[in-house]
Nanobody
Framework: ALHVVESGGGSVQAGGSLKLSCTVS????????MGWYRQAPGNECEQVSV???????WYEDSVQGRFTISRDNAKNAVYLQMSSLKPEDTARYYC????????????WGQGTQVTVSS
């Protein structure tokens, strides 16, 4: 089973930047598509970005052009560079294998909080 530790969240003003990191333990990291997810209070958990094993990427429309996902297989790590942050990006962010259900329940990692003020 995969275990993850997310970090890098914080409080920033609109227009600011943050870089989230996720360290993954468990076998076969390099063979797994990985995703970043987020959940804001009152909202459903949503997958906002994915990086495939071949390093190709996908972004949800609301973050396209502002967020950049990357991975370092040697470090079993996934990153999310977030720029031009907006108040609506405020949420708890989680990483996990792509297209996994229930990520925001905290079953694998506790997530990291991002708060963007206007």
């Amino acid at each position: 089973a995969l275990h993850v530790v997310e970090s890098g969240g914080g409080s920033v003003q609109a227009g600011g930047s943050l870089k989230l990191s996720c360290t993954v333990s468990g076998a076969l990291f390099a063979e797994r598509d990985m995703g970043w997810y987020r959940q804001a209070p009152g909202n459903e958990c949503e997958q906002v970005s994915v990086i495939m094993t071949d390093h190709s990427t996908w972004y949800e429309d609301s973050v396209q052009g502002r967020f950049t996902i990357s991975r370092d297989n040697a470090k079993n790590a996934v990153y999310l560079q977030m720029s031009s942050l907006k108040p609506e990006d405020t949420a708890r962010y989680y990483c996990m294998r792509a297209s996994t259900m229930g990520v925001c329940s905290g079953n694998w990692g506790q997530g990291t909080q991002v708060t963007v003020s206007s």
